[in-house]
């Protein structure tokens, strides 16, 4: 049987030995050595001495973590760690260890309006929102609509409340972004050499003519995304291939083309060098001199008086709204605790309602009236009839404090399992956390209850004659066991 480095396309052989050199025979013999494993925390929602003092992730890790990203760990490849409830309740992303370093080295200030131009599946998204920590904006897009729906999962998982998912190329997000990013991160579509080991099919749909076209789509996306930029901002461009031509040459060019474009730094991971698969990364700032074609800012400013319009348009709909929202109002009255985390959050955040959906926009964020948005915010949840029902994004944002109701289930209880898996679970001998006037309280019918895994919030459980109804979706039920 032949190894992955006898399997390698022979172009790209020739081309890595002329740019290695010496460390060509280490770098190919690097393609029959296992593969380094990696996970993320979501500090979002636990803390890292959490996970390192717990015992409950049942994960073989390094306690030294991933030297360029400050949530990160190497993993054993022995456990998987995708298999772990508390994966599904969003405490930990499992992320390949180069791909880290990314956001790792970026520093992103709380408060910046940020766009991951090519987000799916999520990975620099959920590092980025970490980092913002609930502040900001983050705009993840993918103009791939397969792939789209794990971002969605991805982001939802985590917790996000302050991102907008976005469905569009480059020239769309760029007729409403002009000039309004702090930092604009192009994780680029590439040849994917740096996937070889990983994929063996990734060595089959490689080519040479695939390296042109994905250097075109590079071009364009580079200067689409340096136009999103304050001025001051920076862009993040990536990539996780080797060729000069899809990373050092895309730089230069792009440097040279651009009178304001200051580069930072071009930074190289090596999978014979450090541990991953291997990643591409240079870091550019805006200057202040404008150099872009006129034609942009004029269909800026055509954009901008739309929008205008479209805002006093939109501010007569929410007086619409508001009578829409008296059961939604009462939801937040019930179950959400004054004075509480997320009830403050909510407070400085503005309610949209979209066909019949409650979300919460930052006041920050535009008008995007005509681009494909696939969520503005944090879905709340969906006004029905004589009832709001809140969504599991919400669930997914909330901790055990921030709620009147929530029941904490043990990782070794085979609730865990039953929940995980679409079953209603009877609440008989299980402790209830409850915030609610004893006056007020019946203990027989609770209502909406966070059903938490150690403290860690995974979804909604409905609460009647002492059996709570599972409302874990049923497109994320699955069968796990120890």
Same mark, same amino acid.
């Given at each position: 049987?032949?190894?992955?480095?006898e399997?390698?396309?022979?172009?790209f052989?020739?081309e890595?030995?002329?740019?290695?050199?010496?460390?060509?025979?280490?770098?190919?013999?690097?393609?029959?050595?296992?593969?380094?494993?990696?996970?993320?925390?979501?500090d979002l929602?636990?803390?890292?001495?959490?996970f390192?003092?717990?015992?409950?992730?049942?994960?073989?890790?390094e306690?030294?973590?991933?030297?360029?990203?400050d949530?990160?760990?190497?993993?054993?490849s022995?456990?998987?760690?995708?298999?772990?409830p508390?994966?599904d309740a969003?405490?930990?992303?499992?992320?390949?260890p180069?791909?880290?370093?990314?956001?790792?080295k970026t520093?992103?200030?709380?408060?910046?309006?940020?766009?991951?131009?090519?987000?799916?599946?999520?990975?620099?998204?959920?590092?980025?929102?970490s980092?913002?920590?609930e502040t900001g904006?983050?705009?993840?897009?993918?103009?791939?609509?397969?792939? #789209?729906?794990?971002?969605g =999962?991805?982001? @939802?998982?985590?917790?996000?409340t /302050?991102?907008?998912?976005?469905?569009?190329? +480059? &020239?769309?997000?760029?007729t409403?972004?002009?000039?309004?990013f702090?930092?604009?991160?192009?994780d680029?579509?590439?040849?994917?050499q740096?996937?070889?080991?990983?994929?063996e099919?990734?060595?089959?749909?490689?080519?040479?003519?695939?390296?042109?076209?994905?250097?075109?789509?590079q071009?364009e996306?580079?200067?689409?995304?340096?136009?999103?930029l304050?001025?001051?901002?920076?862009?993040?461009?990536?990539?996780?291939?080797?060729?000069?031509?899809?990373?050092?040459?895309?730089?230069?060019d792009?440097?040279?083309?651009?009178?304001n474009?200051?580069?930072?730094?071009m930074?190289?991971?090596?999978?014979?060098?450090?541990?991953?698969?291997?990643?591409?990364?240079?870091?550019i #700032?805006?200057?202040?001199? =404008?150099?872009? @074609?006129?034609?942009?800012?004029? /269909?800026?400013?055509?954009?901008?008086?739309? +929008? &205008?319009?479209?805002?006093?348009?939109?501010?007569?709909?929410r007086?619409?709204d508001?009578?829409?929202?008296?059961?939604?109002?009462?939801?937040?009255k019930?179950?959400?605790?004054?004075?509480?985390?997320r009830?403050?959050?909510?407070?400085?955040?503005?309610?949209?309602?979209?066909?019949?959906?409650?979300?919460?926009?930052?006041?920050?964020?535009?008008?995007?009236?005509?681009?494909?948005?696939?969520?503005n915010?944090?879905?709340?949840?969906?006004?029905?009839?004589?009832?709001?029902?809140?969504?599991?994004?919400l669930?997914?944002a909330?901790?055990?404090?921030?709620?009147?109701?929530?029941?904490?289930?043990?990782?070794?209880?085979?609730d865990?399992?039953?929940?995980?898996v679409?079953?209603s679970?009877?609440l008989?001998?299980?402790?209830?956390?409850?915030?609610?006037?004893?006056?007020?309280?019946?203990?027989?019918?609770?209502g909406?209850?966070?059903?938490?895994?150690?403290?860690?919030?995974?979804?909604?459980?409905?609460?009647s004659?002492?059996?709570m109804?599972n409302k874990?979706?049923?497109?994320?039920?699955?069968?796990?066991?120890?």
């Open positions: 049987m032949s190894t992955i480095k399997k390698l396309p022979e172009e052989k020739k890595m030995k002329e740019l290695l050199k010496d460390e060509y025979e280490d770098f190919i013999n690097s393609y029959d050595q296992d593969r380094t494993n990696a996970i993320r925390i979501n929602k636990v803390e890292k001495k959490f390192e003092e717990s015992n409950l992730f049942d994960i073989d890790y306690k030294d973590g991933v030297e360029w990203a949530l990160g760990y190497y993993v054993s022995d456990k998987s760690p995708g298999k772990n508390l994966h969003g405490a930990y992303y499992i992320q390949e180069s791909a880290m370093s990314v956001v790792g520093d992103i200030a709380e408060g910046e309006k940020i766009l991951d131009m090519c987000a799916a599946p999520g990975g620099k998204s959920t590092y980025i929102l980092k913002l920590n904006i983050l705009v993840s897009n993918e103009v791939n609509s397969t792939r #789209i729906r794990a971002l =999962e991805n982001l @939802e998982r985590f917790g996000a /302050n991102c907008t998912i976005t469905n569009s190329d +480059s &020239k769309g997000l760029l409403f972004f002009k000039g309004f702090d930092k604009v991160f192009i680029a579509p590439c040849s994917g740096g996937m070889f080991r990983k994929y099919h990734a060595i089959d749909d490689w080519s040479e003519e695939k390296v042109e076209e994905c250097v075109s789509i071009k996306l580079i200067r689409d995304g340096f136009d999103m304050k001025e001051g901002g920076m862009l993040i461009y990536s990539t996780c291939t080797f060729t000069k031509r899809e990373n050092e040459d895309i730089i230069n792009f440097i040279n083309e651009y009178q474009a200051e580069l930072i730094e930074d190289r991971i090596w999978p014979h060098k450090q541990r991953g698969e291997g990643h591409f990364s240079a870091r #700032i805006k200057s202040s001199e =404008e150099v872009r @074609e006129e034609e942009i800012q004029e /269909n800026s400013n055509k954009k901008s008086k739309k +929008s &205008k319009k479209k805002k006093k348009e939109s501010s007569n709909s007086k619409q508001s009578q829409k929202l008296k059961d939604y109002e009462s939801f937040l019930d179950y959400i605790r004054d004075g509480s985390k009830k403050n959050a909510i407070s400085e955040k503005a309610v949209e309602v979209k066909g019949g959906f409650v979300y919460l926009v930052s006041k920050d964020m535009l008008d995007l009236t005509g681009l494909k948005v696939l969520r915010g944090l879905l709340m949840g969906e006004i029905k009839k004589n009832r709001f029902e809140p969504s599991h994004s669930a997914m909330l901790c055990i404090d921030d709620v009147k109701y929530a029941v904490n289930l043990d990782i070794e209880d085979e865990v399992f039953r929940y995980i679409g079953e679970i009877s008989e001998g299980k402790e209830v956390y409850k915030y609610s006037e004893p006056d007020t309280e019946d203990n027989n019918s609770r909406w209850i966070l059903v938490t895994i150690n403290g860690v919030s995974i979804g909604w459980g409905k609460e004659n002492g059996i109804k874990y979706p049923k497109g994320l039920r699955r069968v796990i066991r120890k």
